[in-house]
Each structure stands twice: as structure tokens, then as C-alpha cells.
């Protein structure tokens, strides 16, 4: 990666943080990193671009205009909208919707004295009919007493959890409501990370302005790994994808597929690692549980494996893994039809894919200053890197 390459990613970074944003405008990118670097357009618009080819940034139109995202955003992002779209697919309101929400609504009105607004109503109603709703509204719009008849509603089909991602946006919600409510980790009951062995991060450069090396200079050399899950609508079981990918070429030296996220998958996936790579390589991964027991760490010490944690609650110290999973999922889960495909079959079909993707997949690599496309497996046997 280069400079200009280097500096399109922090800018992103930035201003992604600056706005909160998820996408940023190609044109907005471009125009900061001139500002920045002083560097002409073009050769900032050609560096984008190089990132965008190489999988380093995620890019789409959005009405007309590039919209660029950071690879582990636009995952998060598409994995969210397929995830609504399948809720409101599978969810089928009740024939009674309409009196249940009558009936909720009167008993606030009398409860509180005062009658709903045509908003509020249809906001009640909505909740019957819809699998998702969002509701919005500033201070003394309304939200909160609408959100007390929703309360009622459902009280009469099976209750409902009051969650939200702070204590203090939680004790909000419990005093408006009257009602218990948690924060998101502790309704998932997430325990923490406490007694667990650590790393250091070996692949950050920068802290200060985020910055990583995400490259190796000959394979085997530093790989990534992490946990994806897949939800089928017909196999109540998840199917876990847990790969080793080489950051010298985007390789997936080795993966293993199974049905839990647990130590027997991230066992399998680094002793096919090991086999493959030889041992003796750098291994980055997340913070995740797997990745700090004793039983991992003795694995790992036996091979010759340098563990690499990214920093707590920082996904982009992962970044060249969620890319991978972005690609993953965009190309081969989202947009296909899993009606009726089991759990097994499932994975004998993301094995196949990550065969193609090794065997059968251009991609652009930058060769001595150009751009030379080739499949991963194809360019290893061209410089006589693989047999």
C-alpha cells in the first residue's frame, strides 16, 4: 500500500469518526486528501481507485454518486439491511392486529388522560402490522407514549425486553416506561474479557492516526484470522466460517466450517494453518474468547505462532479479515435464495467458493507499478511460489 493509499484510508477513517457516519462521498475523500497531502487529484482519484480494486475499500452508487465505504462498515452495514429485509419477509402480523392495537391505545388514553395524536396512533398500529419499525422524533414529539401503548400491545402477544447501548440511555428508558430495561450486553449477558490472555497488536504502525500494515512479504508470513456467522431460514443452526487469511495475497490458507463458534473451530482452522504455512508466521485475530484461552495459547506456542490481538472494541485493527468477509458475503450469501438448504449443504457450498476464490477468482495485483490481474493460485505458480 502506498502513501497516497495509506492516507486514503485514514481519511476515511476520519471522517467516517468525525460524522458517524457509514459511506462517504468519493468526491469528499478525494478533495480531503488533496487538502491534506497536496497531492494532484488525479493521482489521489488513481490511488482510490487501486483501493477500491484491491479490496481495501468497498465502493457503490448511490444515486448517482460514489459512495465509499471501509470494508468491516460496509459489511456491518449490508449484513444489517439483510437481516431487516428477512424480518420484515418472515413476519406475519397477527388477523387481530387491529383490535389488539385498539385496545392498547385506549388503555394508555385512560390511564394517562389524554388522547393520541394521528401519529402516534398510526405508529401503535404499525407495530402490529410490521416485523420492524423505527420511530423518531425529537423531545415532546410523542416517542415516549407511544412507546408505552407499544408496551401494552405486546404485553398481550408475549411481552417485550427493553434494551439500548448505554446504562444511561437504558435508565432512560426504564424511567420514561416504568419498566426494567438493560443495556445490550447485559440482555445478551456478554461477560467480558476478564482472566484472558492478551497480545499486542503487531500489525498497527500509528495509533495516533490508525494506521496498519496489513501485507507480508512473502507467504506464510503474517496471517489473519476471525469468526463469520451465517443464519439460514430454514436450519435453525448458524454455520460458522473461522479462515486464515494471508496477507500476502489475500489467501485463505486455511478455514474450518462447523456449526458452534467454539474452541474446536479455531483449533481446526490454525492446525490447517500450521500444515499449510509451515508454522513459525505471525497470527492476528480480534479479542474474541477463543483467541485467549490457555488451550489456544499453548497451541499456538507449540507451532511457533507470534500472536496479534487488535485493540479492545477497534474492529478496524482487523480490517484485512472483515474485508474478506465483506467480499464473502456480497459475492456469495447475499442476493441467493437459502430456502431449504440445510446446514451441511451450506458448507460444502462455502467450501466450494473459497476454492474458487483461490483457484478461479481475478484479482488485481500491483506488480513492479502496474496493475496485473491474476487468480491468487495462478499468480503463486507464475512466481514460482507454489508447485
Same mark, same amino acid.
Given at each position: 500500500m502506498d502513501v497516497l493509499q495509506m492516507d486514503g484510508m485514514y481519511n476515511i477513517s476520519l471522517l467516517g469518526g468525525q460524522a458517524r457516519a457509514i459511506l462517504?462521498?468519493?468526491?469528499?475523500? $478525494?478533495? /480531503? #486528501?488533496?487538502?491534506?497531502?497536496?497531492?494532484?487529484?488525479? =493521482?489521489?482519484d488513481n490511488a482510490l481507485r487501486g483501493l477500491i480494486l484491491s479490496g481495501g475499500l468497498e465502493a457503490e452508487d448511490i444515486d448517482g454518486e460514489t459512495a465509499v465505504y471501509l470494508p468491516w462498515y460496509h459489511e456491518a452495514e449490508t449484513d444489517a439491511a439483510f437481516r431487516l429485509a428477512r424480518l420484515l419477509r418472515s413476519f406475519e402480523g397477527g388477523g387481530d392486529a387491529e383490535?389488539?392495537?385498539?385496545? +392498547?391505545?385506549?388503555?394508555?388514553?385512560?390511564?394517562?388522560?389524554?388522547?393520541?395524536?394521528a401519529e402516534q396512533r398510526e405508529a401503535v398500529e404499525a407495530v402490529a402490522r410490521e416485523g420492524v419499525l423505527v420511530i423518531t422524533g425529537g423531545p415532546g414529539t410523542g416517542k415516549t407514549t407511544a412507546l408505552k401503548c407499544i408496551l401494552h400491545l405486546l404485553d398481550e402477544v408475549g411481552g417485550a425486553e427493553l434494551c439500548a447501548p448505554t446504562g444511561r440511555a437504558a435508565k432512560r428508558m426504564s424511567e420514561a416506561t416504568g419498566r426494567p430495561a438493560?443495556?445490550?450486553? /447485559? =440482555? =445478551?449477558?456478554? +461477560?467480558?474479557?476478564?482472566?484472558? #490472555?492478551?497480545?499486542?497488536? =503487531?500489525?498497527? $504502525?500509528?495509533?495516533?492516526?490508525?494506521?496498519?500494515?496489513?501485507?507480508?512479504? +512473502?507467504?506464510?508470513? $503474517?496471517? $489473519?484470522?476471525?469468526?463469520t456467522e451465517f443464519r439460514l431460514p430454514d436450519d435453525p443452526r448458524k454455520v460458522y466460517l473461522s479462515p486464515a487469511v494471508d496477507l500476502f495475497d489475500g489467501d485463505v490458507a486455511a478455514f474450518s466450517v462447523g456449526t458452534s463458534p467454539s474452541k474446536a473451530l479455531v483449533a481446526e482452522m490454525l492446525a490447517g494453518a500450521v500444515a499449510a504455512a509451515g508454522g513459525g508466521f505471525t497470527l492476528h485475530s480480534d479479542r474474541g474468547w477463543h483467541y485467549r484461552t490457555p488451550d489456544w495459547v499453548r497451541a499456538c506456542g507449540e507451532a511457533g505462532v507470534e500472536r496479534s490481538m487488535s485493540r479492545k472494541g477497534h474492529s478496524p485493527d482487523n480490517a484485512?479479515?472483515?474485508?474478506?468477509?465483506?467480499?464473502?458475503?456480497?459475492?456469495?450469501?447475499?442476493?441467493?435464495d437459502w430456502r431449504g438448504v440445510s446446514a451441511e449443504r451450506f458448507a460444502a457450498e462455502l467450501a466450494e467458493w473459497i476454492r474458487w476464490y483461490r483457484e478461479g477468482r481475478l484479482k488485481a495485483f500491483d506488480e513492479g507499478?502496474?496493475?496485473?490481474?491474476d487468480t491468487i493460485a495462478g499468480r503463486r505458480r507464475r512466481l514460482g511460489l507454489a508447485a
Open positions: 462517504i462521498e468519493g468526491t469528499q475523500l $478525494v478533495e /480531503r #486528501a488533496r487538502q491534506m497531502l497536496g497531492a494532484d487529484e488525479d =493521482l489521489i383490535a389488539l392495537a385498539e385496545r +392498547a391505545i385506549a388503555e394508555v388514553e385512560a390511564g394517562e388522560e389524554m388522547r393520541l395524536c438493560r443495556t445490550i450486553h /447485559r =440482555l =445478551l449477558e456478554y +461477560a467480558g474479557e476478564e482472566g484472558r #490472555a492478551a497480545a499486542p497488536n =503487531l500489525l498497527l $504502525v500509528d495509533a495516533g492516526r490508525d494506521l496498519h500494515d496489513f501485507s507480508a512479504a +512473502a507467504p506464510g508470513e $503474517v496471517l $489473519v484470522t476471525d469468526i484485512a479479515c472483515e474485508g474478506f468477509f465483506g467480499r464473502l458475503k456480497v459475492e456469495f450469501f447475499h442476493g441467493r507499478g502496474r496493475k496485473v490481474y
